[in-house]
């Protein structure tokens, strides 16, 4: 009878032992999709960022008429 008591023992820790290492692979896959989604938007923020900063760093030029000044930015 002990020796049926252990092989369940065992048949479970088995299971548990093979269902947690496949939870704890489905956990690993989506924090890598999510890492990588976040990546993707720290770049548009980083390009966004960069975009703006080279618009304000653009001199502006102002065309001076007689009655009329109009600024134009390249």
């Known amino acids: 009878m002990k020796k049926y008591g252990l092989l369940f023992m065992a048949g479970i820790y088995l299971v ?6 496949l939870h704890w692979k489905n956990m ?5 999709i999510e890492d ?3 990546e993707e938007r720290i770049k548009e923020k980083e390009k966004e960022d960069r975009e703006a900063l080279i ?16 600024a134009y930015t390249r």
Do not use: D, E, N, W
């Not at 690993?28 to 890598?32: F, K, R």
């Not at 618009?55 to 109009?70: E, M």
């Open 36 to 38: 990588k989604k976040a």
């Open 28 to 32: 690993s896959q989506a924090a890598g």
């Open 16 to 21: 548990v032992l093979i269902f947690g290492h």
């Open 55 to 70: 618009q304000s760093l653009k001199p502006a030029v102002t065309i001076r008429l007689p009655a009329l000044q109009i």
